[in-house]
T-cell receptor, first 112, second 112 residues
C-alpha cells in the first residue's frame, strides 16, 4: 500500500507571508491530486499533476511535482485568510487504479 | 455544477444499532466511494463501487457493508454500530479514473 506523508501537520502563519507544504511517498506516483477542505465541507480538487518536474499555478498557489514523481509541494504566496483549510494530497499507484490514497493532510491557519 | 448529496450532516446512534448513511450523485458517474476521516489519519477508503450492484473493499471494510441498487445512490451500512465507528463519513463520486473525485459535505456520526 502506498503511503503518503504530508508535512507539516499543522501550520499557522500571518496573513501576507509565504508558505510551502509537502507531500512525500514511499513509491512512485502515477499522478497526484491536491485538495482543499474547509470546515463543514468535503474536499475540493485544486489541481492534478501528472508529469515529473511539472509545475502548475493557480493564482497565488504553485504546485510542483518532483522529477522522480515521489514527492510534491504546494507553495502559497502572500497567504490570505481565505486560504485557511485542510490541504490533502492524493494519489493512485498505477494508472487505471480505481483507488486513491490520501495523505493525512496539513491544517493551515492564516492569522489576520 | 456537479452535486454529491449526503442525507444527514449530523447523526447520533446507539451501540448495536444498524445505521444507514445515504449518498446520491447527479453526475451519472460509475464510480462512487465511501471514506471515513479521523484526525491525524486522513481519509481512509471503506468501500467503493464501479457500477450498479458492484462493490469492492477498500482499506478498512470491517464492520461496514454497502449497497448500490441504482447508479445514483450508494449506501453505507454499519451492521452493528460500535463506538469506534464515531467519525466523519465522506461520500464521493468520480467519472474516469484520472478525473477528480467530487465529495459530499460529510456526515458526522456519533455512536453512543
Amino acid at each position: 500500500t502506498q503511503l503518503l506523508e504530508q508535512s507539516p501537520q499543522f501550520l499557522s502563519i500571518q496573513e501576507g507571508e509565504n508558505l510551502t507544504v509537502y507531500c512525500n511517498s514511499s513509491s512512485v506516483f502515477s499522478s497526484l491530486q491536491w485538495y482543499r477542505q474547509e470546515p463543514g465541507e468535503g474536499p475540493v480538487l485544486l489541481v492534478t499533476v501528472v508529469t515529473g518536474g511539472e509545475v502548475k499555478k493557480l493564482k497565488r498557489l504553485t504546485f510542483q511535482f518532483g522529477d522522480a514523481r515521489k514527492d510534491s509541494s504546494l507553495h502559497i504566496t502572500a497567504a490570505q485568510t481565505g486560504d485557511t483549510g485542510l490541504y490533502l494530497c492524493a494519489s493512485a499507484p498505477n494508472f487505471g487504479n480505481e483507488k486513491l490514497t490520501f495523505g493525512t493532510g496539513t491544517r493551515l491557519t492564516i492569522i489576520p | 455544477d456537479v452535486k454529491v448529496t449526503q442525507s444527514s450532516r449530523y447523526l447520533v446512534k446507539r451501540t448495536g444499532e444498524k445505521v444507514f448513511l445515504e449518498c446520491v450523485q447527479d453526475m451519472d458517474h460509475e464510480n462512487m466511494f465511501w471514506y471515513r476521516q479521523d484526525p491525524g489519519l486522513g481519509l481512509r477508503l471503506i468501500y467503493f463501487s464501479y457500477d450498479v450492484k458492484m462493490k469492492e473493499k477498500g482499506d478498512i471494510p470491517e464492520g461496514y457493508s454497502v449497497s448500490r441498487e441504482k447508479k445514483e445512490r450508494f449506501s453505507l451500512i454499519l451492521e452493528s454500530a460500535s463506538t469506534n465507528q464515531t467519525s466523519m463519513y465522506l461520500c464521493a463520486g468520480r467519472g474516469a479514473y484520472n478525473q477528480p473525485q467530487h465529495f459530499g459535505d460529510g456526515t458526522r456520526l456519533s455512536i453512543l
